[in-house]
């Protein structure tokens, strides 16, 4: 029997108890441990992600492979005293993404010893992602569903196969749950070009083919008993962020899309991009059916706000002094430009307009910059020159709702737990929507 806190998402959705729970996609420290930090002092579960191009099994972007990746949250939980038991942690796009420039063969080739390798580190929410083109399909025409569904049909027994493997250390190891479908821009977020294109909410008759057409070929390799921990279809409800805004949830142009699964009593929703969107649109996703609201660079955004706001008054507090200053706007731009292959496609316009993006556009592409060597450094020495805690008068200009939880005594005035309160701010407004006190174990 599969306990696991999706499926009990699915019972509640079904009973029309609008239940879900909020992904954390990001790797960030910061963002980590105020999900983690905010779940202990709200008793509901932390949902972690990380993406086949962010952690894999070359050890992607981050350096990590998924085990690595795995202690990396456990080691934060620890000194979080974050029972372990809470957190589930997932894969996101999994599959032969990667490696799309490789033929089918060696593609899924490598999708297969990825998803290995996540269910055998215990990642229990595996999203199966075979939406993308390989290099030995025919350019000419579109990917076929039926395509789309055998791949992914191959890596649900690769993983099925790895937990078997896992059982036999681990007994008590939680039985994976799997997403299938890819309604959604590729990791990372949109592209300029596809950004600036009218977000469609999915057909009703593509989300049914998705299902039925995954369901056959599940079938075909004799896994029936996976396809009964499928629990969620990704599909696109209307939501997306832009440089300066988004897209925000709309459920009467989404109405009939979400009357729809309830004509389905074992998978609900998952929403992929949902940053940014008010506290209503976030309430208004949960109970029409999205039971995964997954965000991530909002969390990285504000984790970045947080670190621009004590590098402003840094500038004030040491103006014309010997203190030596971190620069931490200037070196995070700096190493942007140095390397602008994760930006570059993404930002568009005028220099001017460019540079503004680089430090503030919502999709938040200076996040694959914040572990470099020099930015490391910049934010240690931020942090330092406030070890002592930030003047008040400075830190009501700079970031006054923190300034005034300071005065109340809520959190401490440490650059720290200045910048984790930040990141909180908005982790509150997906709880508010989400109801996943009820998950609590």
Known sequence: ??????????????????????????????????????????????????????????????????????????????????????????????????????????????????????????????????????????????????????????????????????LKTDPDATAPVYIVGSEVPIPGGATAETVETEVQVTKVEDFKATYDTFKKAFAERNLHDAWKNVVAIVVQPGVEEKDAGCTEYDRNKAKDLMDSIKEYDNVIFEGHSTDYQTKQGLRELIEDGVGVLKVGPGLTFAAREALYALAFAEKEQYKDTDVKQSNFIEVLDKEMLKNPKNWQKHYTGTPQEIALKRKYSFSDRSRYYMPTESVTEATEILLNNFKDGVPLNLLSQFMPIQYTKVRDRVIKNNPEDLIIDRIVNTIDEYLQATNQDKLWI
Not at 41 to 53: G, H, M, R, W, Y
Not at 54 to 67: A, D, F, H, L, S
Not at 72 to 82: G, L, R
Not at 94 to 100: F, S
């Open 1 to 166: 029997m599969n306990n696991h806190p999706l499926k009990k998402i699915v019972t509640h959705q079904k009973n029309n108890d609008p239940v879900g729970i909020y992904s954390v996609c990001s790797a960030n420290a910061f963002v980590i441990r105020a999900a983690l930090r905010r779940g202990l002092q709200t008793k509901t579960p932390v949902l972690i992600e990380a993406t086949s191009n962010q952690v894999n099994q070359y050890g992607g972007y981050t350096g990590m492979k998924p085990e690595d990746f795995r202690e990396f949250v456990f080691e934060i939980a620890k000194e979080e005293n974050f029972p372990v038991k809470n957190i589930i942690l997932g894969g996101d796009h999994l599959g032969p993404l990667t490696w799309a420039s490789l033929n089918e063969a060696e593609a899924m080739k490598e999708a297969s010893k990825l998803i290995e390798l996540y269910v055998l580190a215990g990642y229990t929410k595996i999203h199966i992602d075979t939406s993308m083109r390989l290099n030995d399909d025919d350019v000419n025409e579109a990917l076929s569903t039926e395509v789309i569904a055998k791949r992914g049909a191959l890596l649900a027994e690769v993983a099925e196969n790895a937990y078997k493997e896992l």
